[in-house]
């Protein structure tokens, strides 16, 4: 196999990282599925992502890039392509002033360096910087870079050893720099080595030397958890005796020493003295100060971390601890001297979530931002990719003056990785003073925010939705009850695409608050009455934003609403009108994913906004003169639909409302006069308090019309059985009288060719009831129930009325009356008579099986004890379509 592989593939610099990753792949995966907590044996594998190599081009380019080319001007031998200026063409991230001004003192570390990425890349860019500066050959160049310029730290082992050898292999193929050879020894470490000697085993190492022996007892403290905290472990932090203790530099010539002495030590000793050097080194390292740290940090929710990691991150990083990759930006800073930097790729949502404020706001006090990219989603080639909302940004560790500027790049609008490194390069910077992010709300880091303007919130709160633990049980489709009891609300919920009234296809069992929802919740370990969320709301006007994508909204009606939107309640109604114009502008989601770039984004952000009153009230003058418009849709699957075949009201621009229009003849009419003719009524005609436009309850009243067309079982049958016409007819009828003296026959060929048919028959026989689960959901409330023949029997059901009774007289009135004239036929020798016999036969048996309810017929309801399962055909409606 790896003979087959091209050679650039195989001498890659960053193939060992990638094969890496890959290897890792299948242990990260099975980690995740198992839902576990994630502790020492588990957390390398899933924090583990190799970096792309324009993240990692882009940092060292305006890190050390535009260090260099403050200096120096443009660099032989690297383009540095991705180092960004400003309008007098100088680098965009300033001059790194706190740096030393020889490429020789410079310390670069990457205290996550996995397999060596970020190591090997500033390692062949310092190189070069050291051969212009000093002119000296490739060789020397790259022995002084290994020896004084890059440092690495790793918590895997493995890792640890493969960045040591892709270094090492750098360092050999390095143009000009002799090929293979002896290194010098490389300042690379693993901080995740763990300690299984016993405390007086690891200090007898030392010897008789009270220093040396202080030393080890400092570090057995140190490293005691080393495998769960890896590079965030601090050996500057709580040492009461530095002066006593050996440095961590004195520590490995000790033990070397002692080793070589100690020839006779057995090879567990021996092995414990290789680990304590290892260690002693991973000190030193984490103990020094570096002028660039810079790294692609390790991303861990806290809800997933196990207890020891939770609670050091508590202990000691409190501000930081919602994810490790925070607490790693902590640790960052710190191992950075003072006028220091770091590089850093991140996840992006810590910039603007509510839950890191308190470090954003410190983060700004106390440190100058450089800048800040945003990738969004799509960042990396890999898997991982797709899920991963990153960001890349550079602070330095100095005091910000008042003109600090920062300034930063949106690449995230690409969805490739190609995409987003040609962004980086020709997409212009946006700066801004510093000072201007903590005037921001709750200091999110957001660019474009006017601060001259009233932030949204003065105006309207807004409030998450019901949040139910198990929608399965709580939650359907408004048509898969017939008539809404005590028990049941409406629920608003999102919308594909901004429009004055939807999202209203859903109920709630809310039981007034008291019921099972109410116990479910109660039930949590803490009980965050997360079926009361956003009942401040309920009873009022506002506007209902879906959390996803482009932020779509309607008009919010005041009933209970579901956690996939959030909704906006103005302070005063006199602003609904201004407030509705903003967030159906393509301003409101350009604003809130400047402040929030979460793929659900949160009720909080909506209102922490600009937001020009005077202007918006302008606009909705002009679009609403007469007010925002009562409710009116002409979607069956909206609550408050008319109910009406052909009815339809629209939104008339030049009177500024609501108005009837010409009678529709889309693909939903042939469907709505099917429910209607099984005796389907809409909520809107049962509720005659339903706030409705004019236009819309006039096309209520209209359907007492045709009230008379609605069977009286539930049962239409599409071949006429006992006497009945069939429903191809009644089907005729009903839309004769729906249409009233504008129908003409051409009307009936337009709905067929909608419906993709030639005549009703066929279309209610073949093509109905696929194109009815489409329509509603694959939650249909007509059945069809036939016997697989195209000739055969079939019938609609209205579910809502097929209880036991019912489809006791489907199996043996219905169904028995077509089997007794398929017999006659029989015996009459009448051609295909018997294959519609048997057919007929066969369905009646399955019918009867699921009366008696046998095994696969029977009903289990998941939420349901046992002793209330059904036995047999006796469905409970409140359990749902899908269920029954």
Not at 605 to 613: A, C, H, I, Q, R
Not at 794 to 803: F, Q
Request: charged share 25%; proline share 5%.
């Amino acid at each position: 196999m790896l003979t087959d592989l091209p050679v650039a593939v195989f001498g890659a610099g960053d193939s060992l990282g990638w094969v890496y990753q890959f290897w890792q792949a299948k242990r990260k995966e099975e980690v995740n599925k198992s839902g576990n907590k994630i502790g020492a044996d588990e957390l390398s594998a899933v924090t583990q992502l190799f970096t792309e190599h324009y993240m990692v081009e882009f940092l060292l380019h305006n890190s050390l890039g535009s260090w260099w080319v403050s200096r120096h001007g443009e660099l032989p031998g690297d383009p540095l392509r991705f180092l960004r200026r400003d309008e007098q063409g100088k680098p965009a991230a300033g001059s790194f002033g706190g740096w030393p001004e020889t490429v020789k003192e410079l310390r670069v570390i990457d205290p996550c360096c996995g397999s060596g990425h970020f190591l090997v890349a500033a390692f062949e860019v310092l190189v070069r910087m050291r051969m212009v500066e000093e002119g000296i050959p490739a060789r020397e160049a790259c022995d002084g870079v290994l020896r004084e310029n890059v440092f690495g730290v790793e918590l895997d082992q493995r890792c640890t050893q493969i960045a040591a050898f892709a270094l090492a292999m750098a360092a050999w193929r390095f143009p000009g720099a002799g090929g293979y050879r002896e290194l010098p020894p490389l300042n690379i470490a693993c901080s995740g080595l763990s300690i299984s000697a016993k405390r007086e085993d690891w200090i007898a190492l030392a010897g008789t030397d009270p220093r040396l022996k202080s030393g080890m007892a400092r570090l057995f403290a140190l490293f005691e958890d080393a495998p769960i905290l890896g590079s965030l472990i601090d050996p500057t932090m709580g040492s009461d005796m530095p002066l006593l203790s050996a440095e961590y530099g004195e520590l490995e010539p000790l033990l070397a020493k002692a080793l070589e002495k100690e020839t006779g030590l057995d090879p567990e000793k021996r092995e414990l003295g290789i680990t304590a050097q290892g260690i002693a080194a991973a000190a030193r390292f984490l103990g020094g100060r570096y002028h660039l740290v810079v790294t692609n940090v390790p991303y861990l929710a806290r809800g997933k971390q196990s207890d020891p990691l939770r609670e050091f991150c508590q202990d000691h990083h409190s501000d930081a601890k919602t994810n490790l990759a925070t607490v790693f930006v902590e640790r960052c800073v710190r191992l950075c001297g003072v006028g220091g930097s770091l590089a850093l790729v991140t996840p992006q949502e810590w910039l603007f979530l509510d839950s890191y404020k308190h470090l954003r706001k410190r983060l700004l006090q106390d440190v100058c931002w450089n800048w800040v990219v945003r990738l969004g989603t799509g960042a990396f080639e890999t898997i991982s990719g797709e899920v991963v909302n990153v960001t890349m940004l550079a602070l330095t560790r100095a005091q910000p003056m008042a003109d600090q500027m920062m300034w930063e790049l949106d690449a995230s609008d690409p969805r490739s990785v190609k995409g987003k490194a040609e962004s980086l390069t020709t997409d212009k910077p946006t700066f801004q003073h510093q000072i201007y992010q903590l005037k921001n709300p709750d200091s999110r880091i957001a660019f474009g925010i006017y601060h001259h303007l009233d932030f949204l919130s003065k105006f309207a709160n807004s409030y998450q939705g019901i949040k139910t633990s198990d929608d399965p049980q709580f939650v359907r489709k408004f048509w898969e009850l017939a008539i809404l009891n005590k028990d049941w609300c409406f629920h608003q919920s999102t919308v594909d695409k901004t429009c004055l009234h939807g999202g209203l296809d859903n109920i709630i069992y809310f039981q007034d608050g008291s019921g099972n929802l109410r116990k479910l919740a109660s039930s949590q370990l803490i009980d965050r009455h997360r079926d009361q969320q956003g009942g401040k709301a309920w009873g009022f006007k506002g506007i209902a934003v879906s959390s996803m994508r482009d932020l779509q909204s309607s008009i919010y009606v005041g009933d209970k609403f579901d956690t996939n939107i959030a909704v906006m309640i103005p302070h005063q109604q006199e602003y609904l009108e201004a407030i509705w114009c903003f967030s159906e502008s393509t301003d409101f989601n350009k604003l809130v994913r400047t402040v929030d770039q979460t793929l659900k984004v949160t009720n909080a952000s909506l209102t922490k906004v600009p937001f020009d009153l005077n202007y918006w009230q302008e606009v909705a003058q002009e679009k609403y003169p007469n007010g925002l418009p009562q409710p009116y849709s002409n979607d069956p699957t909206q609550w408050i639909f008319h109910g009406h075949p052909c009815g339809s009201v629209i939104w008339d621009e030049d009177l500024k409302w609501t108005t009837h229009s010409t009678l529709r003849t889309d693909e939903t009419v042939l469907h709505i006069a099917v429910a209607r003719l099984l005796g389907y009524r809409w909520p809107a005609e049962r509720d005659p308090d339903m706030e409705l436009a004019q236009e819309q309850r006039e096309w209520v009243n209209r359907c007492q019309a045709l009230l008379s067309h609605a069977d009286n079982d539930g049962i239409v049958c599409i071949p006429p059985i006992r006497g009945e016409q069939p429903a191809a007819d009644r089907l005729r009828s009903l839309l004769v009288q729906a249409y009233g003296s504008e129908w003409t026959p051409t009307h009936l060929q337009t709905l067929l060719t909608q419906a993709g048919s030639k005549t009703l028959e066929d279309w209610l026989r073949n093509s109905f009831f696929e194109q009815h689960c489409k329509l509603f959901h694959h939650r249909p409330f007509i059945w069809q129930i036939w016997d697989g023949r195209k000739d055969g029997f079939s019938v609609l059901v209205n579910h809502h009325k097929l209880d036991t009774k019912l489809l006791e007289t489907l199996t043996y009135t219905y169904l028995g009356d077509w089997i007794r004239t398929q017999q006659y036929h029989v015996d009459q020798g009448t051609s295909g008579a018997d294959a519609k016999l048997l057919a007929a036969q066969q369905l009646q048996k399955k019918l009867e099986l699921i009366l008696e309810g046998e095994d696969p017929y029977d009903i289990f309801v998941r939420w349901k004890p046992l002793e209330q399962q059904p036995i047999g055909w006796d469905p409970d409606l409140n359990d749902g379509v899908r269920l029954n």
